[in-house]
């Protein structure tokens, strides 16, 4: 028989915007000893907006604009919406003739527009399709008030055309969640798609110690088991929480003992694979569901 408690634990967990899909993943909730967050969409928002664009290589700011907007008009990736969006804003003209449109996961996009390739995405794209590109390119802005900067670099017709710079900001809850959750006990770990060195200051930001960038969906998942392995060995009944937005994070959500997804800008498929939804989006009712499962499981037992 189901002890009551869990009723209780779950109806609570209820009201305060958290669905839980089964009493166990309560009762796992207290035993979380690492908990690793995906950043864009977990611990940001999510809503990326064009801040800048350098050209190169003679390319102009309207050429890269047009070009990129053009290509990630196929794809709902918050950074693909945003440049959109800034390409809708100054230009009613339609988008140029598009045909193979290609969308590389934690990668980027590419079509072919007029007769040309284009890409955009980050430079493993370009470098795996051969577009050279600036050993260094342009170094990121500074890392200021919980404001992430992400560089989209474009390629047409097989050059390095520049760059866009997108930013995004820090949920207000990110940080407080963090401490929050230290101060149970529990290991924070962050880990990304995204560059190396925009993950690690977003990290830092947020009082995150340990954080894994520039990863693949895949490479999520053997990441978590990295992770599981270094809990297990010091404690058994340890338990990995894994907390994403579903966006190319849809494999290490359904892998983690305990997979929590943010409702609101989630995926359907993330919600499905998910075993805790935070409704709200908000990091911080994380740390409810942890007191709420400490609670429940003093009363059951
Ligand atoms: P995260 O792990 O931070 O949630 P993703 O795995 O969704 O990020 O994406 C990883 C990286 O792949 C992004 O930072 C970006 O460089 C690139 N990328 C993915 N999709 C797109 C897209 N549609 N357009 C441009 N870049 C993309
Ligand atoms: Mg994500």
């Not at 002890?3 to 009201?15: D, E």
């Not at 929590?260 to 995926?267: C, R, Y």
């Amino acid at each position: 028989s189901i002890p009551l408690g869990y009723f209780g634990g779950i109806g609570a967990a209820s009201k305060n915007g958290i669905l839980v899909k089964g009493s166990n993943y309560l009762e796992g909730l207290n035993n979380a000893g690492t908990v690793i967050f995906d950043k864009t969409g977990t611990l940001t928002k999510g809503v990326f907006e064009v801040v800048k664009i350098e050209p190169e290589n003679g390319f102009s700011k309207d050429d890269i604009l047009k070009a990129a907007a053009t290509v990630e008009s196929f794809s709902t990736h918050p950074i693909a919406l945003s440049i959109v969006r800034a390409y809708q804003k100054e230009n009613a003209a339609p988008f140029g003739n598009v045909s193979g449109h290609t969308e590389f996961s934690g990668l980027g996009v590419s079509a072919e527009l007029d007769g040309k390739t284009i890409l955009v995405g980050n430079g493993k794209l370009l470098r795996q399709e051969n577009v050279s590109i600036p050993e260094n390119p342009k170094t990121l802005g500074a890392f200021d008030a919980g404001d992430v900067q992400t560089h989209v670099l474009v390629a047409i017709g097989g050059v390095f055309a520049g760059q866009i710079i997108i930013s995004d900001a820090v949920k207000d809850d990110s940080k407080q969640t963090v401490a929050d959750l230290k101060k149970l006990g529990v290991n924070v770990v962050m880990l990304t798609g995204d560059k190396k060195n925009v993950g690690d200051s977003c990290a830092a930001y947020i009082g995150i110690d340990r954080v894994e960038s520039e990863l693949l969906p895949n490479q999520k998942v053997d990441f978590l088991e990295k992770i599981e392995a270094e809990s297990r060995a010091k404690n058994k009944s340890d338990k990995i929480v894994f907390v994403g937005d579903g966006i190319n994070d849809a494999p290490v959500l359904a892998r983690a003992d305990i997979g929590v997804a943010m409702g609101g800008i989630g995926s359907d498929a993330a919600l499905e694979a998910a075993d805790v939804i935070l409704m709200h989006g908000q990091p911080s009712q994380l740390v409810t569901a942890l007191k709420i499962s400490k609670k429940t499981t003093r009363i059951v037992w």
